[in-house]
Nanobody, 115 residues
């Protein structure tokens, strides 16, 4: 089973920046699309950014222009650079395939944006 180890979350003030990492194991990420998902408090998990095998990226409207997804195939890692964070970005962030592998999620990394 594929394993995901998300890291890089924390508490920041509005306008701040964080970079999330997702180390993926038990599969070579090279030929697959990957994505970041976010679960805000009291809400369902949602797709916020995805990256194709060739490196093309797509974003949810809520994060477009502020977040950047990238991948390092040699390190088997997917990243999410988050700029201009606001309180609506608070939540637990997960990575997974796109579409996600059912019932196969990591622990996620928590992001709290508060003044």
């Amino acid at each position: 089973q594929v394993q995901f180890a998300e890291s890089g979350g924390g508490s920041v003030q509005p306008g701040g920046t964080l970079t999330l990492s997702c180390a993926i194991s038990r599969i070579m990420i090279t030929f697959f699309p990957w994505a970041w998902y976010r679960q805000a408090p009291g809400k369902q998990r949602e797709l916020i950014a995805e990256i194709s095998a060739s490196g093309g990226a797509k974003y949810a409207d809520s994060v477009r222009g502020r977040f950047t997804i990238s991948r390092d195939n040699d390190k088997n890692t997917v990243f999410l650079q988050m700029n201009s964070l606001n309180t609506d970005d608070t939540g637990i962030y997960y990575c997974n395939r796109r579409p996600p592998v059912p019932d196969n999620w990591g622990q996620g990394t928590q992001v709290i944006v508060a003044s």
